[in-house]
């Protein structure tokens, strides 16, 4: 996961070999299920690999189209259950303005998270920034709020689409 400082060098490039990262998570995933003693199932690992696939966010659906084989599609509750098992484990995130998924950049910790969101291309980059995390923190518990988790999504674009867009 990247620190603030490096979140511009670490956003994924067109030409990023997201095929290494699908591997990286995927590997991640199996030796921390093991770890926990829980099961990824051959369908949490194929869900988690058509996230883990690309550095945009996906959603159920979308997810649901790319499992589907000879025999068509699987039911949608295959998909959401897999989802939920995957983000209770920590492999995948819900971006709630995307309605979609990404997958955890980091699945060893319990973390607070930030996403840069590109707007043209959809390509998500994950970091976290303690400073930030902090204050998210000590203005909760001023407002005598309990925190479950914190989140927070930032739209705009990332290098390439900005680059584009002033061609």
Excluded: W
């Excluded at 670490?10 to 299920?33: G, K, M, N």
């Excluded at 979308?62 to 259950?81: D, N």
């Excluded at 998500?124 to 407002?143: D, Y």
């Amino acid at each position: 996961m990247a620190n603030l400082h490096s979140a511009i060098e670490l956003f994924p490039t067109p030409d990023h070999d997201h095929h290494s990262c699908a591997a990286s998570i995927l590997e991640a995933a199996e030796r921390i299920c093991a770890e926990r003693r829980v099961r990824l199932t051959e369908k949490r690992r194929q869900v988690l690999e058509i996230i883990a696939k690309s550095h945009t966010a996906a959603g159920a659906y979308e997810i649901l189209e790319k499992m589907a084989g000879p025999k068509g599609r699987p039911a949608p509750v295959i998909v959401y259950r897999a989802l939920d098992f995957l983000m209770a484990q920590g492999f995948v995130h819900r971006l709630a303005s995307l309605n979609a998924f990404i997958a955890c950049a980091n699945p060893q910790s319990d973390h607070g998270s930030q996403f840069l969101i590109c707007r043209d291309c959809r390509a998500v980059m994950e970091f976290s920034n303690p400073t930030l995390g902090k204050a998210i923190h000590e203005g909760a518990q001023a407002a005598s709020f309990s925190v479950d988790a914190t989140m927070v999504e930032v739209s705009g674009l990332c290098a390439a689409c900005a680059r584009a867009q002033h061609e």
